[in-house]
């Protein structure tokens, strides 16, 4: 049995939405993340996928310690981050890094790839004596494919996927343990992504990393995850193995999701099932009764709006799902044998 | 420039029936620090009724073609140095301000992929949609008015009557994309120019869009140049693809053989570096490198530094876009070797 | 990821092409160094300079400040004349070859009183620029970085500052410690002016450096470093300052130009600087009664106090445009 290295539980986020300048009035709340559990594992990849406004993005920034949770709780190795502070929180920032979304503005354009990468050894000192530090960039940068005589240059010198990978250079230099990356290739062009695709994998398998690897192309998250959570509205609805959540998906959300998804072979064109869900997502500020997704599922009945559905393993599935009528349901097409 | 462009790939060689050719398009960026060969000599056609999907990475091309062809290129920086875009037959590049104008909207439409921004945030929807006719069609206040709504109703817009009077931030990204389409489609278009229509849209709502550009279209006999990076939507959705790279069509075909069998490496690395949501797959074969610099395009094939099939005759000779077999087209020096391996 | 825009090709690195096909070499393992020439580390500011060496403007407005500063530290080099004494029986005499401005009422060389006249302007609106924007950028640092009750109460302040008239303040400030009947020296008459000036202007300065604070303080760079644990000096020093400094140099330069003028006015009053002080400004005011007799006498000091202002205003817009990415 492996070691949990991360277990949220319950985790609930919501911002206010306020009116007035001086006199702020609170009229709302968005709940962003109401209510979310999961588990990482030491050395596995963790997907959440859903859509945007979802509360993804804002679940890794709780993980990243960025805002205080409005209840529950991140434990890092059963400590509860949130309360950490002082030299304990310095600790864990060193254990715990971010991968973003945006590779044009998630690298200060004033400062050149040596200085960008050792940032976090002049943060955290005590992890590589001073003199050695500009050896470590190199070979940092080395290690992420880049060269590492282009220590000099500015971000703006760099191609998108470069920069990804100076970012990816930056997140590793402190040697972490989890690394949160949030939509990390969703920026890049088709052959990059797989360039930085491959790179998360093999540091991944060099380093013992664990990742969350929060993205919205089910395809890409497929590749990386071993295991994958499927979001909707703030609340998990379906958690398990890569296998379990695209071969056999009980939930209607994450089957309609994958049925959406195209799949890049047009021979498949005209066999597919595809489930077409109607309207759009409800605001986080006032989200259904009951179970979120009820309003565009074709499956609610009368308990739907009255009962949350609790993420727990139901008949006829074998791993969680926050559905009254969970049900398999093959929809990824499969493919020629591959 | 020893290249030679052979129009069409489809065997038809009459360019009088086509709707809309792009001929040997060549469009160049005169920038501070150097000029840039964005378009290095374009060719593609549709047809009425028929779906040709451009695909490329960001700085191929396959955009800037669309502005030139729209004739909304910024100049400067961007400038047309050659080639030709022809509407029925005739070439749009030598019209008056005036005549292209004509075009715009009845001829051609275009939708673009951040309806936020193209959508003027200080008029409700319905006006901005209701603007066309009143201008175009000379139509009345209410006339244009109860047009607006019937459009706003075919792009299935819930209760297009209230929607009518909401401005842009009161809809959802996938609620402006549809008001972009009526808007777009209100003058009843021959040819739609879709740049990457859903590419800011999730996917349960790119479905739903891309469904509803292709029953559109089918009611219509529109043509329709859909410009997009992925692959997924285009297996779906395509008649006819055209690759590009670097500027340069690199390979053109229809949509069954294209996936089946690449007759250019660039596609085949492109096909190669997806990963696919129906395996779970091993590592993923990459194409090696960057796409190069617009300022500095290598001698030869554009693509031969990144290519694993590179020869020396790729490094000193342009392939041209050459027809192999029937109605398909490579730019690849190999490709006859390509199609027929296994 | 969208299409080339101009500015997308503009920054895409020249090619690093890896010439020798090698699957297992670095992604940019590049053409050799002989053919990255023009590929010297620039940052922002250098890609600004590149831009600005460009421009005859900048160089022309350079120029004539550079030639001001020279006269207001070593003003003898240009003239032996004497700026404070004169001869009453030289009173109004016209230019000639001999005194090339003419002599004022007093008999004093105009001359000469017109390049040590540079010293007053030029340290007056150094000082008060430099003064304003230290102040006025660190309200902006701490009102847009802290938010909420700081920001709101920091910015009800300057909110006050900024509704006083800039004359009307001005006269009521000097007039109350530097009025007639008060018998300041030089030194404390500039002092007095360089604090109307800094009390009246500082919250503009806050004003923009609080929305370019507020602009980058939601920048992702900003979220990377401190998840990456910074602490905020850190963050302020490093990543909030250097990219809110460029709208800040921009407004110092033309604000150098605009001081310079408002000092003139303000001894153009008579409540700014006073005789036996050497200034633009005091020049015009007493020229003023013989401006239909003399008018050489308002004109060279005059002449001066426009070049230096515009010079200053002139170089703010070429360094703006250098510095705004989206006007390449």
């Not at chain 2, 209760?159 to 996938?174: D, I, V």
């Amino acid at each position: 049995m492996t070691e949990n290295i991360i277990e949220v539980r319950d985790l609930v986020k919501h911002y206010p939405v306020t009116r007035g300048v001086v006199f702020k009035k609170t009229i709302g709340h968005v709940k962003a993340v109401d209510g979310v559990s999961f588990d990482l594992k030491a050395g596995e990849t963790l997907g959440v996928v859903g859509e945007s406004g979802c509360g993804k993005s804002t679940l890794a920034r709780v993980l990243m310690n960025l805002e205080k949770p409005t209840a529950g709780q991140v434990l890092y190795k059963g400590q509860d981050i949130s309360k950490l502070s002082g030299g304990a929180l310095r600790r864990l920032r060193r254990q715990i890094q971010l991968v973003m979304q945006d590779p044009y503005t998630s690298l200060n354009p004033r400062m050149t790839v040596g200085d960008l990468i050792g940032e976090p050894f002049e943060i955290h000192p005590e992890a590589a004596p001073r003199g050695s530090r500009r050896g470590k960039v190199k070979e940092l940068l080395d290690l992420v494919g880049l060269n590492p005589e282009h220590i000099n240059r500015y971000p703006h010198q760099f191609s998108g996927g470069q920069r990804q990978r100076i970012g990816i250079a930056r997140a590793l230099a402190l040697r972490p343990e989890v690394i949160v990356c949030d939509e990390p290739v969703s920026a890049l062009d088709v052959s990059i992504q797989a360039q930085v695709m491959n790179l998360l994998e093999k540091l991944q398998a060099e380093f013992g990393l664990s990742y969350v690897f929060i993205a919205h192309d089910l395809s890409v998250v497929r590749h990386l995850s071993d295991r994958v959570a499927v979001m909707y509205l703030g609340k998990m609805v379906e958690v398990g193995t890569e296998d379990e959540i695209y071969e056999r998906p009980t939930h209607p959300y994450t089957q309609a999701l994958l049925s959406a998804v195209p799949v890049p072979d047009p021979t498949l064109r005209d066999n597919k099932a595809i489930i077409r869900l109607t309207g759009d997502v409800p605001s986080p500020v006032s989200p259904p009764s009951g179970c979120r997704f009820r309003t565009r599922c074709w499956k609610a009945q009368e308990v739907c709006a009255q009962e949350v559905p609790l993420l727990q393993i139901r008949r006829g599935s074998d791993h969680p799902s926050a559905c009254h009528f969970a049900e398999r349901r093959e929809i990824v097409p499969t493919h020629e044998a591959a | 420039m020893s290249e030679q462009s052979v129009p069409g790939a489809d065997g038809s060689g009459r360019p009088a029936g086509r709707l809309l050719e792009v001929d040997d398009l060549r469009v160049e960026f005169r920038t501070r620090d150097g000029v840039a060969k964005v378009i290095n000599g374009v060719t593609y056609h549709v047809n009425a009724g028929e779906t040709l999907a451009v695909l490329g990475e960001s700085g191929s091309g396959k955009s800037v073609t669309a502005q030139t062809i729209m004739g909304i290129l910024d100049t400067p920086p961007g400038f047309v140095t050659g080639g030709q875009v022809r509407f029925h037959g005739k070439d749009m590049l030598k019209m008056s301000a005036e005549q292209r104008r004509r075009i715009r909207g009845e001829g051609i439409a275009m939708i673009f992929q951040d309806s936020l921004s193209a959508l003027n945030p200080v008029f409700t929807v319905g006006f901005q949609i209701a603007e066309q006719f009143r201008i175009r069609r000379g139509m009345s206040r209410a006339d244009a008015k109860k047009r607006s709504i019937e459009m706003l109703d075919q792009v299935k817009i819930p209760n297009a009557k209230g929607r009518y009077s909401n401005y842009p931030h009161q809809f959802s990204g996938g609620m402006r994309q549809r008001a972009m389409i009526a808007m777009s489609l209100a003058l009843d278009p021959e040819v739609l120019i879709a740049d990457e229509p859903t590419t800011a849209l999730d996917v349960t709502v790119q479905a739903q869009i891309m469904d509803l550009l292709g029953e559109l279209q089918r009611e219509r006999r529109m043509g329709m140049i859909l410009i997009t990076h992925d692959l997924g939507v285009v297996a779906d959705v395509a008649d006819r693809i055209a690759v590009m790279y670097a500027g340069r069509i690199v390979e053109e075909a229809d949509v069954y053989e294209l996936y089946a069998k690449p007759a250019h490496p660039y596609t085949l690395g492109l096909l190669n570096s997806i990963p696919r949501m129906d395996e779970k797959g091993q590592e993923l074969r990459t194409i090696k490198g960057l796409p190069p610099n617009l300022m500095n395009i290598p001698p030869g094939c554009p693509f031969n530094p990144r290519c694993p099939m590179a020869q020396p005759v790729c490094r000193e000779k342009v392939p041209p876009l050459l027809q192999i077999g029937s109605g398909r087209a490579s730019a690849c020096h190999f490709a006859e070797e390509l199609v027929s391996r296994d | 990821m969208s299409d080339p825009s101009t500015a997308s090709i503009v920054s895409t690195p020249p090619a690093h092409m890896p010439t020798e096909a090698g699957s297992g070499a670095p992604v940019d393992a590049g053409l050799p160094e002989s053919a990255q020439k023009e590929q010297k580390p620039r940052s922002l500011l250098g890609d600004a300079w590149q831009d600005l060496r460009r421009k005859p403007l900048f160089w022309i407005s350079a120029a004539f400040i550079v030639l001001f500063v020279v006269m207001a530290a070593v003003p003898f080099v240009f003239t032996s004349g004497d700026a404070v004494n004169g001869d009453l029986a030289r009173s109004r005499v016209e230019p000639s070859s001999s005194a090339w401005f003419g002599y004022d009422v007093q008999g004093r060389d105009v001359f000469a009183r017109t390049i040590y006249g540079a010293r007053a302007s030029i340290v007056v609106a150094l000082l008060s620029t430099i003064l304003t924007l230290l102040i006025g950028g660190a309200m902006g640092i701490i009102a847009g970085y802290r938010g909420g009750w700081v920001d709101a109460l920091l910015s009800r302040i300057a909110d006050i500052f900024f509704g006083l008239p800039f004359v009307l303040g001005s006269i009521v400030i000097l007039t109350t410690f530097n009025g007639s009947g008060t018998d300041n020296g030089e030194w404390t008459i500039m002092g007095l002016v360089i604090l109307s000036l800094t009390v009246l202007t500082w919250p503009v300065v806050m004003r923009l450096m609080r929305s370019s604070v507020l602009a980058t303080k939601e920048a992702d760079y900003i979220i990377a470093a401190r998840a990456m644990g910074a602490s905020t000096g850190r963050i302020i020093l490093k990543h909030l300052l250097p990219n809110c400094l460029a709208p800040l140099l921009v407004y110092g330069t033309i604000m150098v130009g605009s001081f310079i003028g408002a000092e003139a006015t303000l001894s153009f009053l008579g409540i700014g600087l006073k005789t036996p002080v050497v200034s633009w400004g005091i020049m015009i005011s007493e020229a003023q009664n013989y401006i239909r007799v003399s008018p050489f006498l308002l004109f060279f000091p005059a002449a001066f106090l426009v070049t230096a202002v515009l010079s200053f205003v002139m170089l703010g817009e070429a360094v703006r445009e250098a510095l705004d990415p989206k006007l390449r």
